[in-house]
C-alpha cells in the first residue's frame, strides 16, 4: 500500500499501476482524506496520484469518483501552488472521462474554478482545464451553464495566446460550446472571430484552419456573427481557401460560411457586394 508522507519521492507511474486491486480502495481513501490536509506538499502528492490512478482504467475512475474526490479535488484548483492546482485539474479531467463523473464535476462551483484555472494556470493546467470544459460540454444541458459561468472569454484568449495545443484545446471547446445560440453570441462579443479569421488565413497547418473555419460557420448563422465575419476581413479569407487551399474539406466549410453571410438579412446585400468584390467566387452565391 502507498502511504502519504511531507518527504515522500516524486510519483512514479509504474508504482502506481503496480498497486494490486486489493490496495486500490485504501490507497484512494488516503489520498481523499490527504487532500484537506494542511500541508500544501501532502495535498499536491495526493492530487498527483489520484491523477495517475484516473489516467488510463474506467473502473478506477469510478471507484474515485465514488470516493468523494472530486469535491475534495474542486478547492485544489484555486491553490496558489502551480504544480497542485496542475494536478488538481488534470486529475479532474481524467475522472470526467467517466459519464458517471460528469454531473458531480459540472456544479457551478466547479465550473467557475475550471475556468479560473483557464485564466491563471500553467500552460498544461490552461489546456487541461480547457479539455475538461469540453468533456463537460459532451452533455448538452451542460453547454448553457458553462458559457453563463463565463468561460468562453478566457478560452478565447487561450486561442490568441496559447500554445499550439492550447490553441487547438481552446478551439475544440469553443466550437462545442458554440452549437448553442447564446454561446455564438458570447464568443462573437469575447472577440473570437478576429483570431478565427486569423487561423483561416494563416500558415497554422490544415487542421488548425479547418477547425477554425467550422467555428465561423457556426457563427455565420447569427447576425452579430456574419457581421463580425465581414468586419474582420472574413471573406477575402475564405475566397481565398476556395481559390489557394489544398484541403477539400476546408473549401466544402468556407462554401458553406460564405453561404451563411450571404443569405437574407440586414446586410445580406453589402455582404453579396463584397464577395462579387473579390472577384471570383460569384455564381453560387447570387
Not at 2 to 12: E, N
Not at 89 to 106: E, W
Not at 198 to 215: F, I, R
Request: charged content about 20%; some cysteine.
Amino acid at each position: 500500500m502507498l502511504f502519504l508522507q511531507k518527504s515522500i519521492p516524486p510519483v512514479s507511474f509504474s508504482l502506481i499501476e503496480s498497486i494490486s486491486p486489493e490496495d486500490l480502495q485504501p490507497t484512494v481513501k488516503i489520498c481523499v482524506d490527504s487532500l484537506s490536509s494542511s500541508s500544501v506538499a501532502v495535498k499536491r502528492l495526493a492530487a498527483a496520484k489520484l491523477r495517475l490512478l484516473a489516467k488510463n482504467r474506467s473502473d478506477n475512475r469510478a471507484l474515485i469518483g465514488e470516493s468523494g474526490a472530486i469535491p475534495a479535488l474542486i478547492p485544489l484548483l484555486r491553490c496558489t501552488d502551480p504544480w497542485t492546482q496542475e494536478h488538481a485539474v488534470t486529475a479532474l479531467l481524467n475522472l470526467s472521462l467517466l459519464n458517471d463523473n460528469k454531473p458531480l464535476i459540472a456544479n457551478t462551483e466547479a465550473v467557475k474554478s475550471l475556468i479560473y484555472v483557464v485564466k491563471t494556470g500553467t500552460e498544461v493546467s490552461k489546456q487541461n482545464a480547457a479539455c475538461a470544459l469540453l468533456s463537460l460540454a459532451l452533455v448538452d444541458e451542460n453547454k448553457a451553464s458553462i458559457g453563463a459561468c463565463g468561460a468562453i472569454p478566457p478560452l478565447v484568449s487561450l486561442l490568441i495566446n496559447g500554445s499550439n495545443r492550447g490553441k487547438k484545446d481552446a478551439l475544440t471547446t469553443l466550437y462545442k460550446l458554440c452549437s448553442m445560440k447564446a454561446n455564438k453570441k458570447r464568443a462573437v462579443s469575447a472577440g473570437v472571430v478576429k483570431p478565427l479569421v486569423e487561423l483561416v488565413a494563416g500558415e497554422t497547418g490544415v487542421g488548425m484552419a479547418e477547425k477554425a473555419m467550422v467555428v465561423l460557420s457556426s457563427l455565420a448563422a447569427i447576425e452579430e456573427g456574419k457581421t463580425a465575419i465581414v468586419e474582420e476581413g472574413g471573406i477575402m479569407a475564405l475566397v481565398e481557401v476556395i481559390e489557394d487551399g489544398t484541403s477539400v474539406k476546408g473549401k466544402e466549410f468556407a462554401v458553406v460560411t460564405l453561404l451563411q453571410v450571404c443569405e437574407e438579412g440586414v446586410y445580406s446585400g453589402r455582404n453579396r457586394g463584397l464577395l462579387v468584390g473579390e472577384g471570383t467566387v460569384t455564381g453560387p452565391f447570387l
